[in-house]
């Protein structure tokens, strides 16, 4: 096994021993209903048909929650990008020329991050270790910068094992404005696009005067609320602010005291950032104390929230993403119906479209530049234009930031003709209510990219 001297903090010297087998074990997991048995297993499972893809497999590395508070939006991701990587091979891989090792599938690992930075870090190591190239991580943008911090350490001090960073979730606007870099492309909107939709269709509600403002306490916690603060002075002026709360991440089971002071306030909505089981627990505490009024999220579309806001939520809750099943194209449709059958399991109903034309992209950049190499595989991708059941996207070259329509629905009583599906088997689904355009989403940026 190939040793790399990779730049990451020396205090972690015990952590940073493991071994490939730390991510090779952990594809022992579960996913969607079928238990694997051994890791030769989940490679096969994994990663579909590869009859056709009989070169070497080019491994990607998950670097994600996989156990602890946030393990369902890991095992979600991993089913997202399973099920993405199983098309690719399905169609006989990546066509690459015959030095390069002619038609290969991709394969993924999983390393467990356990919600936490330092070991996200540690794991990083170990992919290094592997000699894999790309690293797949989303969920925390404490987390993206900091693997972003040490592959840009890496690439530098590493030359012959250079790293790509694949970012699905982390939408710290920072980290395609300030903070961007050649090695990191970011396929999810980030913080302030999503703001944008939602305030789009915020700004249309006049019975909205006054809006409680609560997040996460970490970095993309607070970056949330101040742009919120932000859009609202923009676009409401006339919107007091009751008041704007942290909260620790990841670490309140009860947040009963969180939602009486809501309903006190006499607050009509509440904006939030939170995602995993910090979105889920607060919004069934705040319902509980018999707050009416609405909440404009991120994330209240899928991993448990419908389910747990129930009947109080119809017509209240309001959910910003680049897609939901209830997308009214029959190309989307299809789409889900697709992953539905692929994972039966209402558990399992979390699929993201971004996360499928990330893999579409980096099969797309792997042929265009008919390589491997981590450097010529970054310039392709620069330039990617993809297109999956009438969802399209491309990437921007000078930030890094792909481009792609942002849809806002309003959660509904499933069953109606604009809310044919569930969502997890809850009997509530989302309407789109709103759709932007790519061009509509998109966003200015300040990113001058250093280029090697």
């Not at 001090?157 to 790509?164: A, D």
């Not at 209240?316 to 399991?345: I, L, M």
Request: contains cysteine; charged residues 20%.
């Amino acid at each position: 096994m190939r040793k790399n001297k990779m730049s990451l903090p020396s205090a972690q010297s015990g952590l940073l021993r493991r071994t490939v087998l730390t991510g090779a074990v952990t594809l022992c997991a579960s996913i969607g209903t079928g238990a694997w048995a051994s890791t030769a297993t989940a490679n096969t499972n994994a990663n579909a048909n590869t009859s056709a893809a009989s070169g070497e497999p080019i491994r990607l590395a998950l670097v994600e929650s996989l156990s602890g508070p946030f393990a369902n939006t890991g095992e979600a991701v991993f089913r997202n990008l399973s099920w993405a990587i199983e098309r690719v091979n399905a169609r006989g891989g990546i066509h690459l020329p015959a030095e390069q090792g002619g038609q290969r599938p991709l394969q993924l690992l999983r390393f467990d991050s356990k919600g936490q930075t330092e070991e996200a870090l540690a794991a990083l190591r170990s992919v290094a270790d592997a000699g894999v190239h790309y690293i797949l991580q989303g969920n925390s943008s404490a987390t993206a910068e900091a693997i972003l911090n040490a592959v840009e350490k890496n690439n530098q001090r590493n030359p012959q094992h250079k790293l790509l960073y694949l970012n699905y979730s982390a939408t710290d606007p920072a980290l395609t404005n300030e903070k961007c870099n050649f090695w990191h492309f970011r396929f999810d909107a980030h913080a302030d696009m999503r703001m944008n939709a939602l305030m789009s269709v915020l700004e249309q509600d006049k019975s909205i005067q006054k809006v409680y403002l609560f997040g996460q306490d970490y970095s993309f916690g607070h970056l949330v609320l101040k742009e919120a603060r932000r859009q609202l002075a923009e676009r409401r002026p006339d919107i007091e602010i009751v008041a704007e709360e942290y909260h620790p991440i990841g670490k309140v089971k009860d947040f009963a005291p969180y939602g009486a002071k809501i309903k006190a306030s006499g607050a009509q909505a509440v904006i939030t950032g939170n995602w995993g089981n910090d979105l889920t627990l607060f919004v069934k505490a705040v319902t509980e104390v018999g707050f009416d009024g609405s909440f404009y999220t991120f994330y209240a579309n899928a991993l448990g929230a419908p389910a747990a806001i129930g009947d109080a939520g119809i017509g209240k809750v309001v959910a910003v993403a680049d897609w939901f099943p209830n997308n009214p194209t029959a190309e989307s449709r299809a789409f889900y119906e697709s992953f539905r059958a692929r994972f039966p399991n209402p558990q399992d109903d979390y699929v993201h479209m971004r996360m499928q034309l990330l893999i579409e992209s980096l099969a797309q950049a792997f042929e265009k530049a008919q390589s491997t190499d981590p450097q010529k595989v970054a310039y392709a991708l620069e330039n990617v234009a993809v297109e999956l059941h009438g969802q399209k996207g491309a990437m921007r070259a000078a930030d890094h930031q792909f481009q792609q329509s942002l849809l806002v629905g309003r959660m509904q009583k499933a069953g109606t003709g604009t809310v044919p599906f569930d969502v997890e088997g809850s009997g509530y689904g989302f309407e789109v209510i709103r759709t932007l355009t790519p061009e509509q989403a998109s966003q200015p940026f300040t990113c001058e990219m250093k280029r090697p």
